[in-house]
Every structure is written in structure tokens, then in C-alpha cells.
């Protein structure tokens, strides 16, 4: 038993802070998740951008998402819910096993709106629906207009994963 496997039975959920389509391909993530060495994935736009750009994974993809006139955001965030989808679809047995207590998979709004609660709202439920698992966490920064966000949010059956959080 390895040392994430020794945590899981001590009750704790260790997350992996990392994605990229190459996990995914090569099944190394599912390995990693049938192995019972972590239990939930976060993802933010600085994992994606390095997975992105350090591979050629994701070129057929943004070919064809280029040759529809989709800017450079809405690519991203097709790219990136296509590769949050399949994990969570990878982690659903952790989720379920867990009753919804783990197994979670997170995908953060644009940090951009993060001093725009309607905006915010917005993104998050379009992220929510277009993933349509029940094992997502959306991740909203915790800013004033932020936290008026989560409230929002929450209030529509969401799961959140709070981020950006600062003292």
C-alpha cells in the first residue's frame, strides 16, 4: 500500500491538482483513481494552459473549433470541459461508492469575471450544464461578487468548490 493509499483509509480524500488529455488517453488517471490513491481532480486555467500547450493532443480539437469562428475563450473552455467530463466520468465510482462524499471533479470559471456576479453566475451554470455530471464542482473565486455568486449558485443545486481565497 502506498502512501495515498494509506490516506484514503485514514478517512482523508487526497485530490490530484492536475490534468491533461494525456492522462486521460493513456488511462493513467483512471489507473491512479481504480488504484484508490486519490479520490477528486481540481483543475484552473494555468493547468490547462500548460497541458494544452505541452502537447499535441488537443490540435485536432481546436482545428475543427478554429474552422467554426470560436474565439480563443470558448475554445479553451470547450477543450477543457471535454477533458473535466471524462474524468468525472472516470471518478463516478468513487462517487458513488461514496455516497457523494468524494470523487468530485472541478473546473473553475473565467478568472475573469471574478468582480462580475451575474457574469459569474451565468458561467457557472452554463459549465454545470454542458458537463452534466453529478460529481462537478465548479470553481468560483471567493471575491465580494463572488461570494454573492456561490450563494446563487448553490441555491440552483450546483456543487462549489470555493477558490482564491487570500488573508
Avoid at 27 to 33: N, Y
Avoid at 69 to 90: T, W
Amino acid at each position: 500500500m502506498n502512501s495515498l493509499q494509506k490516506l484514503t483509509t485514514l478517512g482523508q480524500s487526497p485530490w490530484q491538482d492536475n490534468i491533461s488529455r494525456d492522462q486521460l488517453i493513456s488511462g493513467a488517471l483512471k489507473s491512479t483513481v481504480d488504484n484508490r490513491e486519490i479520490t477528486g481532480l481540481t483543475s484552473n486555467p494555468t493547468i490547462f494552459q500548460k497541458a494544452i500547450s505541452g502537447s499535441s493532443d488537443y490540435d485536432n480539437t481546436i482545428g475543427k473549433l478554429a474552422v467554426l469562428d470560436k474565439n480563443p475563450e470558448d475554445i479553451f473552455f470547450a477543450l477543457a470541459s471535454e477533458d473535466i467530463k471524462q474524468a468525472a466520468d472516470i471518478f463516478m465510482p468513487v462517487y458513488e461508492r461514496s455516497n457523494g462524499k468524494d470523487g468530485f471533479v472541478s473546473i473553475e470559471v473565467s478568472p475573469r469575471l471574478a468582480m462580475n456576479t451575474d457574469a459569474t453566475i451565468q458561467e457557472a451554470i452554463k459549465l454545470w450544464n454542458d458537463i452534466d455530471m453529478p460529481n462537478l464542482m465548479v470553481k468560483i473565486p471567493a471575491t465580494i461578487p463572488g461570494l454573492e455568486a456561490i450563494t446563487e449558485v448553490t441555491a440552483h443545486g450546483i456543487n462549489v468548490n470555493v477558490t482564491l481565497i487570500f488573508s
